[in-house]
């Protein structure tokens, strides 16, 4: 992971947001209203499907959209090299467009898609991950969550989650499978919304994968050391200390536990204080994969907590704990 601070210099990264959800939640729908809505701006889209014969590009609106179908396999694991192709393709035409959105198939994990920004490094100097958003189908996701593992992924995996399809479901209902989704992902923000309907600004432009919000997210991630969230197989859990950190150990350890315990680990992300570093650190991993950077100076108003969340299977609570809390100074 880079300590370096990022280059005042170096132009504005363009923001990608990964659109993901299971089959028939509304994706589609949602995307459709991206690019209808007059805001004035231009996005690339890139739209998989699962199979040989693609429908979803006769599906999306929007003649002036580049619009790119891959067909010939599913996004998460087959064809990451045509989406760094055709990503690399699109930077070098830089300037034609504010943003790219990636529309996965609904049977992708979103984890390795998120990967493809971290791992080509053309890609990741050029592109920032912006948010991962879920569309969910609020009368299905129950029984999704049964059967379905890329169902729960895509729940775990994202930084905002639209339950749709409000109107088919009761008040109760509703309750009960947004505190299911909170039993998986604590950390997303929910919208309810009928026919994917939700102002743009509460989809784009997040800025929800470099955990600024984190705070936002949870006001009281702050009070206490740890609390855990889980489901069946899924579950979140987080720590902090108001302690500062010796970066000698966090890094070491950081590295050896995604190494080894990485397939297990869908996202991990923290807000850290060194010591001796007037600068936030801000890291976030996808399974194996880490990235992280100073942020910006610590405010005046802030308490110099550090805070770190892992969301995944299998997860050891205290072993956890333990590995973390052994990184302070």
Not at 38 to 52: M, S
Not at 121 to 140: I, S, Y
Not at 249 to 262: V, Y
Not at 306 to 322: A, D, N
Request: include cysteine; proline fraction near 5%; glycine fraction near 8%.
């Amino acid at each position: 992971m880079p300590e370096t601070k990022p280059n005042e210099t170096q132009p504005a990264k363009i923001p990608v947001t990964v659109l993901t959800g299971y089959l028939g939640a509304g994706k589609t729908t949602l995307l459709n209203r991206i690019l209808s809505e007059p805001h004035g701006k231009k996005f690339a889209v890139v739209v998989n499907e699962f199979g040989e014969i693609g429908i979803d590009n006769d599906l999306v609106v929007g003649a002036d959209e580049e619009v790119f179908e891959m067909n010939n396999g599913c996004i998460c694991c087959t064809v990451r090299g045509d989406l760094i192709r055709i990503i690399d393709g699109l930077l070098r035409r830089k300037g034609d467009f504010d943003g790219i959105i990636v529309e996965t198939t609904g049977l992708a994990d979103p984890a390795p898609v998120a990967q493809t920004f971290f791992v080509d490094e053309t890609v990741g100097a050029k592109t920032t991950l912006d948010a991962v958003v879920t569309v969910a189908d609020a009368k299905w996701l129950k029984d999704r969550l049964k059967d379905a593992p890329e169902a729960k992924n895509q729940i775990a995996f994202a930084d905002v989650i639209l339950l749709n399809k409000t109107d088919l479901v009761s008040e109760t209902e509703l309750k009960d499978v947004e505190m299911r989704i909170r039993a998986i992902n604590p950390f997303a923000r929910i919208h309810r919304t009928h026919k994917s309907d939700i102002a743009i600004d509460k989809v784009l432009g997040q800025g929800a994968f470099d955990l600024d919000r984190i705070q936002a997210l949870d006001p009281d991630f702050l009070e206490g050391g740890h609390k855990h969230f889980h489901d069946e197989d899924m579950k979140s859990v987080s720590f902090s200390t108001d302690k500062p950190l010796d970066p000698d150990k966090f890094f070491p350890w950081i590295q050896e536990l995604t190494q080894t315990e990485g397939p297990n680990i869908l996202r991990s992300k923290g807000i850290l204080a060194f010591k001796d570093d007037p600068d936030r650190f801000v890291f976030q991993g996808v399974h194996m994969i880490l990235d992280g950077d100073h942020q910006r100076p610590w405010r005046a108003d802030e308490a110099k907590v550090s805070r770190i969340v892992f969301i995944g299977r299998q997860l050891g609570t205290m072993k956890l704990e333990q590995g973390f809390l052994a990184c302070v100074a």
